[in-house]
């Protein structure tokens, strides 16, 4: 077969690339193009540690073609940095401890940050409900929570 020709923006960047018709969005992203922050955890949309998003909506990159994002807005985690500067998430992470090997942190710092996009006052209930498909097999997800949460205070006291 012949590779596909794929004209995206990711992370705000025009870009362009080829890929197989069966290569999924996360190999693209890891092996053509070097972004290797979203991990593969499962392969199978169970653990959310692949997660982007695809014009604004969260998706597990390991179940979406590559292919697929012709014409779309990638955003992942590489993206949420502005330069030397944090992103209010990954500041609160480190702040509140909420990391420990870092295979799911960057697809949970990519949901929740979907989230607080969505609901920029979200309870700890709606917190837990939006990361429960990121499974983390090092903590208790309880620092990860209060990190979300503090995150979601500081942005609404900055904006």
């Given at each position: 077969?012949?590779?596909?020709?794929?004209?995206?923006?990711?992370?705000g960047d025009a870009?362009?690339?080829?890929?197989?018709?069966?290569?999924?969005?996360?190999?693209?992203?890891?092996?053509?193009?070097?972004?290797?922050?979203?991990?593969?955890?499962?392969?199978?949309?169970?653990?959310?540690?692949?997660?982007?998003?695809?014009?604004?909506?969260?998706?597990?990159?390991?179940?979406?073609?590559?292919?697929?994002?012709?014409?779309?807005?990638?955003?992942?985690?590489?993206?949420?940095?502005?330069?030397?500067?944090?992103?209010?998430?990954?500041?609160?992470?480190?702040?509140?401890?909420?990391?420990?090997?870092?295979?799911?942190?960057?697809?949970?710092?990519?949901?929740?940050?979907?989230?607080?996009?969505?609901n920029p006052a979200?309870?700890?209930?709606?917190?837990?409900y939006w990361l429960?498909?990121?499974?983390?097999?090092?903590?208790?997800?309880?620092?990860?929570?209060?990190?979300?949460?503090?995150?979601?205070?500081?942005?609404?006291?900055?904006?």
């Amino acid at each position: 077969m012949s590779q596909i020709h794929v004209t995206t923006t990711i992370n705000g960047d025009a870009t362009e690339f080829l890929c197989e018709p069966e290569e999924t969005l996360l190999d693209v992203l890891r092996d053509r193009l070097g972004l290797t922050g979203s991990k593969e955890g499962c392969g199978t949309g169970d653990c959310g540690a692949c997660s982007v998003t695809v014009d604004g909506r969260l998706v597990c990159s390991c179940l979406m073609l590559g292919a697929e994002a012709q014409g779309a807005r990638v955003e992942t985690i590489e993206g949420m940095a502005d330069g030397d500067d944090l992103h209010p998430l990954q500041q609160t992470f480190l702040d509140h401890a909420g990391l420990q090997c870092g295979i799911c942190t960057p697809g949970i710092l990519v949901a929740a940050k979907s989230l607080l996009e969505r609901n920029p006052a979200p309870s700890e209930e709606e917190v837990r409900y939006w990361l429960a498909g990121n499974l983390c097999r090092c903590t208790g997800y309880d620092k990860i929570v209060r990190a979300v949460m503090a995150a979601a205070d500081d942005m609404r006291r900055a904006s």
